[in-house]
T-cell receptor, first 111, second 114 residues
Framework: GDSVTQMQGQVTLSEDDFLFINCTYSTTWYPTLFWYVQYPGEGPQLLLKVTTANNKGISRGFEATYDKRTTSFHLQKASVQESDSAVYYCVLGSNTDKVVFGTGTRLQVSP | GPKVLQIPSHQIIDMGQMVTLNCDPVSNHLYFYWYKQILGQQMEFLVNFYNGKVMEKSKLFKDQFSVERPDGSYFTLKIQPTALEDSAVYFC????????????FGHGTKLSVL
């Protein structure tokens, strides 16, 4: 079945560090790929979305490229801020009714 | 932007009681979801709902769980009877269409079963 793998449970950085969060997926359908961010006490909210292979999604300084060859959708940001501290979920949507969340990566940025 | 409202924000009940969690989805949305999140852990899919029917449910969606949206009102999750392991934050989400569309989440209802 469809699945999403995020190997990093937690990432700890300092302000202005480079962020890289790993995500790989598996599906037999044509996927739509998302990154959602969840701040404390809130529900997840959309960070970015990509529907076409080899396209890049960009939002608020974050970017992710849908790489069909490696079935990956890694999240990057050149310079993180303390306000970026949150949990980041890689999410897979498809032509079915399923929306599959990864296990999430908790980002902690210290000033 | 569009908002999903969840009522109440916190519910405390005794084990064995019934509880109903209410969700007011975005007005023109057609797909509805419930997710469960135990403190500090990942989002876990429970169920999705479209056109008055459950489309898909996970193993976490026990027989004690039910969902409905009578006459386009609240989308509800009912647990009867509750168990201690049902304590968690329950998030409702809605989308215009199926899984390729963006989900809008509420802020969650924290359920504490004593």
């Amino acid at each position: 079945g469809d699945s999403v793998t995020q190997m990093q449970g937690q990432v700890t950085l300092s302000e202005d560090d480079f962020l890289f969060i790993n995500c790989t997926y598996s599906t037999t359908w044509y996927p739509t790929l998302f990154w959602y961010v969840q701040y404390p006490g809130e529900g997840p909210q959309l960070l970015l979305k990509v529907t076409t292979a080899n396209n890049k999604g960009i939002s608020r300084g974050f970017e992710a490229t849908y790489d069909k060859r490696t079935t990956s959708f890694h999240l990057q940001k050149a310079s993180v801020q303390e306000s970026d501290s949150a949990v980041y979920y890689c999410v897979l949507g498809s032509n079915t009714d399923k929306v599959v969340f990864g296990t999430g990566t908790r980002l902690q940025v210290s000033p | 932007g569009p908002k999903v409202l969840q009522i109440p924000s916190h519910q405390i009940i005794d084990m064995g009681q019934m509880v109903t969690l209410n969700c007011d989805p975005v007005s023109n949305h057609l797909y509805f979801y419930w997710y469960k999140q135990i403190l500090g852990q990942q989002m876990e899919f429970l169920v999705n709902f479209y056109n008055g029917k459950v489309m898909e449910k996970s193993k976490l969606f026990k027989d004690q769980f039910s969902v409905e949206r009578p006459d386009g009102s609240y989308f509800t999750l009912k647990i009867q009877p509750t168990a201690l392991e049902d304590s968690a934050v329950y998030f409702c989400a809605s989308s215009r269409r199926e899984a390729n569309e963006r989900l809008f989440f509420g802020h969650g209802t924290k359920l504490s079963v004593l």
